[in-house]
């Protein structure tokens, strides 16, 4: 499973260049030609895509019928061009999740098991060609510039595929710890290896700080990359103030490497990699609120051709000063199934995002730490603050009702049954953290 370091270095080479040559007309021929190549293949290689596009000019790839998670996953072994079949995969994610020994393979294949509700969980299959091209690009884009001593890496993830460590090299040093792993031996493990960058999903690097913070982890990263979970801007002050350093991003999902940020800390998509049409959540808005449907450029194992992807994102129209003209994301809003639901004064259904639902309670009272918000059914939220003493929680409390009600006003919408709780409800380190869930 090694990834030929030829390979690897190819691809970081094409990524560095790429990130501010392509552009214009030259990046949409690229996309263009690449999308093409990626469906024919498909068409050739996987019987799903064959039925799917059939009776469809494959070069109109733009207008193709769309995919998501649902007909991947029902699809399984006719989706992706190995032939391996559900049972296979699954059995092999399964119980690389139970042991925590991700070294196992399906045919030579790597296998992932995306994070989601139980019922919504997405497999995916990566070849070691396509392992090799996603770490030369992520090296490229996400590490500082070249450093003498090299780099030490610190991952934070909820599974390893078992690929960082074999990349290994004198200038860069990855290693993986387990999320699994309890706060306490995480933080020893850390102190002991002195990382430069730092990775991890940013509850975690929460929890990092607060060690840093206390006096237990000594460390000093040059960097932090937030990776798994939605980075809230929030969290990204805390972090940044608190190891002094900047806070950037990658946002990957199964689906494909999307958005990395820049040297500026502008998420920038990844359009050598993915092409995205987007779809506008409202007309007009100077900053739009898109979902994307994403075409994977390179990967040939399980193509990934016009997919849905469940996220709402807010692009940001201005362009970087980085000097790359792949576009930037403002913001992941987050997953779609999130966007809560409230009763408008006038009848019908108004959509409340989750960064509003953000917004409402972190603005109206400094005492809070930490939130979660829950809506069990239209109309209702129930709100968990993390405050520090017992009359800060009241004072929060009755401030956060006071904001609520004044948005929902505010967006034409009846009053809402609003519960506000003390304390968080715990949630497992294997999970991704939502601050913001719709349970109904
Ligand atoms: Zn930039």
């Given at each position: 499973m090694m990834p030929s370091w030829l390979a690897l270095g190819g691809h970081f080479l094409r990524a560095r260049w790429y990130?501010?040559?392509?552009?214009g007309p030259a990046l949409r021929a690229y996309q263009e030609r690449r999308a093409r190549a990626i469906v024919r293949y498909a068409i050739r290689h996987s019987p799903f895509y064959r039925d799917h596009f059939a009776g469809h000019d494959p070069r109109e790839w733009q207008t193709l019928p769309t995919t998501d998670k649902q007909l991947m996953m029902a699809h399984f072994g006719r989706f992706n061009t190995r032939g391996v079949s559900l049972q296979a995969a699954l059995g092999v994610a399964l119980r690389a999740e139970t042991s925590r020994d991700f070294r196992p393979t399906v045919r030579g294949l790597a296998v992932g098991l995306s994070s989601g509700t139980s019922g919504h969980r997405g497999l995916f299959l990566v070849s070691p060609e396509e392992q090799a091209a996603w770490v030369g690009t992520i090296l490229a884009r996400a590490l500082p510039g070249f450093r003498r001593q090299g780099y030490r890496v610190a991952l934070f993830l909820r599974s390893n595929s078992n690929l960082y460590e074999r990349v290994g090299s004198r200038h860069i040093r990855f290693r993986y710890f387990d999320l699994m792993m309890p706060p306490a031996e995480a933080v020893a493990a850390l102190q002991e290896y002195r990382p430069d960058v730092l990775v991890g999903p940013p509850s975690l690097l929460c929890l990092l700080a607060a060690a840093r913070t206390a006096g237990t982890l000594a460390v000093a990263p040059s960097k932090l990359i937030s990776v798994a979970e939605v980075l809230e801007p929030h969290d990204q002050e805390r972090l940044a103030a608190s190891f002094g350093v900047p806070v950037h991003q990658i946002y990957q999902c199964t689906e494909g490497l999307l958005a990395v940020s820049c040297p500026q800390a502008a998420l920038h998509l990844q359009e050598d990699i993915v092409a995205l049409q987007f779809e506008r959540l409202a007309e007009g808005e100077e900053s739009p609120r898109v979902m994307p449907i994403v075409t994977d450029?390179?990967?040939?194992?399980q193509p990934i051709i016009r997919y849905r992807l469940n996220d709402v994102l807010t692009l940001d129209p201005r362009p970087c000063k980085?000097?790359?003209?792949f576009r930037v994301l403002?913001?992941?809003?987050?997953?779609?199934?999130?966007v809560c639901y409230f009763e408008q004064a006038g009848g019908g259904l108004r959509l409340v995002f989750p960064d509003a639902i953000r917004r409402m309670i972190l603005l109206?009272?400094?005492?809070?730490r930490d939130y979660q918000a829950f809506q069990v059914r239209c109309g209702q939220l129930r709100i968990h603050l993390d405050t520090a003493s017992a009359v800060d929680f009241d004072r929060a409390a009755r401030a956060v009702r006071v904001q609520v009600a004044a948005a929902l006003e505010q967006y034409g919408c009846r009053p809402a049954s609003v519960s506000v709780e003390c304390g968080l409800v715990p949630q497992s380190a294997d999970r991704k953290r939502r601050r913001v869930q719709r349970l109904g």
């Open positions: 990130f501010t040559r392509l552009q450029l390179w990967r040939r194992t980085c000097g790359s003209a403002a913001r992941v809003e987050g997953r779609c199934d999130d109206s009272s400094a005492d809070i």
